[in-house]
């Protein structure tokens, strides 16, 4: 993922549309000012909504003016605003589009009507303004102000970055299916079921606790000894699969969580963890033996995030669907291709 801020220049506005976008970063300055006063006061509390403001500014407007005043009072306390404030809209209620002539245009709500403006693309804002044309990318809010006598708009677009040529495996550990990878743009996934070291887990635990009760404390560490060798032949066997099932893509990359993000997943954390940190360092090793690049990524939301659209989905069962984009899919696969997604860290492990 990058995060690219985008600042563009509104071509030619109309004289009517500039003397009303002035109106709104004045109303926008008075309605921060009013929220803070009120909540330095006493008067307002903190969850104040849209219908405690007394203004023009259609109704997204101000709900931003209520999230802007209110982070900027919680971290800084009261605030003097001198100047007229950018006026802003969230990231749900403006639009970006390219009209029939094709020209890009950027829409928003203000205080009569939305207007919609053409602005300047110029080349270093190309990239993310097509990106969110095509749908492939996140927008922020969107910021209007003045500088001297032009106009301006300014956002934020996070998408995904794929080098050319380059084929990320993105791999989900797992209790359900021990191994998920999907192969971004290839098309290609596997999955494999935990099943196997889930039987190899319970039946050594009941002989242990078979063995505990009866106090044989060195037939105890035996059996233990026993599940350890199983599961290391099973972490080999699944590092195997995963690395020939990578090998067989372009320039393959596999993109894997960090440690520290198998340990915190609830799960997981106990004695049978570090099956799973085996089988993390197995796979390591052996892509860098096939000569595949390894990297390790932040997997926070990786399973509850959509892998097309990147809003948060629901997850039912082995199922999983996004409400935004209607996306359904294998959830450990659904997992697997936003880790392959990420933005990684070489592997130092
Ligand atoms: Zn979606």
């Given at each position: 993922m990058v995060t690219v801020t985008v600042t563009a220049k509104f071509h030619q506005p109309t004289r009517s549309r500039r003397r009303e976008w002035q109106?709104?970063?004045?109303?926008?300055?008075?309605?921060k000012q009013g929220l803070v006063d009120g909540w330095a006061s006493g008067e307002l509390g903190m969850s104040v909504t849209t219908a405690s403001i007394d203004n023009d500014l259609y109704s997204a407007v101000q709900n931003q003016a209520i999230r802007e005043a209110k982070a900027e009072y919680k971290r800084d306390g009261w605030m003097d605003y001198t100047a007229a404030q950018p006026f802003a809209t969230n990231n749900q209620n403006w639009k970006l589009?390219?009209?029939?002539?094709?020209?890009?245009?950027?829409?928003?709500?203000?205080?009569?009507?939305?207007?919609?403006?053409?602005i300047h693309v110029h080349d270093e804002i190309r990239e993310p303004v097509e990106r969110v044309l095509e749908g492939e990318a996140k927008k922020s809010r969107l910021q209007v102000y003045r500088r001297g006598d032009e106009w301006f708009c300014s956002f934020t677009v996070e998408y995904d970055t794929v080098p050319e040529g380059e084929t990320p495996i993105g791999v989900d550990i797992g209790e359900r299916h021990i191994l998920a990878a999907h192969a971004l743009g290839a098309d290609g996934s596997m999955l494999v079921s935990g099943k196997e070291a889930r039987y190899v887990r319970r039946k050594y635990r009941s002989l242990r606790d078979s063995l505990q009760e009866a106090g044989a404390l060195r037939a105890r560490n035996r059996v233990g000894n026993k599940e350890h060798r199983r599961i290391r032949d099973l972490n080999h066997t699944l590092s195997r699969r995963l690395v020939d099932f990578a090998d067989q893509f372009e320039n393959p990359v596999v993109r894997?969580?960090?440690?520290?993000?198998?340990?915190?997943?609830?799960e997981w954390?106990?004695?049978?963890?570090?099956?799973?940190?085996?089988?993390?360092?197995?796979?390591?090793?052996?892509?860098?033996?096939?000569?595949?690049?390894?990297?390790?990524?932040?997997?926070?939301?990786?399973?509850?995030?959509?892998?097309s659209c990147g809003e948060r989905g629901s997850r039912n069962g082995d199922h999983f669907r996004c409400d935004s984009c209607g996306y359904e899919r294998h959830a450990d696969l659904n997992a697997a291709a936003n880790i392959g997604k990420r933005e990684g860290e070489p592997c130092t492990a």
């Amino acid at each position: 993922m990058v995060t690219v801020t985008v600042t563009a220049k509104f071509h030619q506005p109309t004289r009517s549309r500039r003397r009303e976008w002035q109106d709104a970063m004045h109303v926008y300055r008075d309605t921060k000012q009013g929220l803070v006063d009120g909540w330095a006061s006493g008067e307002l509390g903190m969850s104040v909504t849209t219908a405690s403001i007394d203004n023009d500014l259609y109704s997204a407007v101000q709900n931003q003016a209520i999230r802007e005043a209110k982070a900027e009072y919680k971290r800084d306390g009261w605030m003097d605003y001198t100047a007229a404030q950018p006026f802003a809209t969230n990231n749900q209620n403006w639009k970006l589009e390219t009209t029939d002539n094709g020209s890009v245009v950027v829409g928003f709500p203000c205080i009569s009507q939305w207007w919609y403006t053409p602005i300047h693309v110029h080349d270093e804002i190309r990239e993310p303004v097509e990106r969110v044309l095509e749908g492939e990318a996140k927008k922020s809010r969107l910021q209007v102000y003045r500088r001297g006598d032009e106009w301006f708009c300014s956002f934020t677009v996070e998408y995904d970055t794929v080098p050319e040529g380059e084929t990320p495996i993105g791999v989900d550990i797992g209790e359900r299916h021990i191994l998920a990878a999907h192969a971004l743009g290839a098309d290609g996934s596997m999955l494999v079921s935990g099943k196997e070291a889930r039987y190899v887990r319970r039946k050594y635990r009941s002989l242990r606790d078979s063995l505990q009760e009866a106090g044989a404390l060195r037939a105890r560490n035996r059996v233990g000894n026993k599940e350890h060798r199983r599961i290391r032949d099973l972490n080999h066997t699944l590092s195997r699969r995963l690395v020939d099932f990578a090998d067989q893509f372009e320039n393959p990359v596999v993109r894997i969580e960090t440690l520290e993000g198998i340990r915190d997943r609830t799960e997981w954390s106990g004695v049978h963890s570090w099956h799973f940190h085996q089988l993390q360092t197995f796979i390591t090793y052996k892509a860098e033996q096939a000569g595949i690049r390894v990297e390790t990524v932040d997997p926070a939301y990786t399973s509850q995030d959509c892998s097309s659209c990147g809003e948060r989905g629901s997850r039912n069962g082995d199922h999983f669907r996004c409400d935004s984009c209607g996306y359904e899919r294998h959830a450990d696969l659904n997992a697997a291709a936003n880790i392959g997604k990420r933005e990684g860290e070489p592997c130092t492990a």
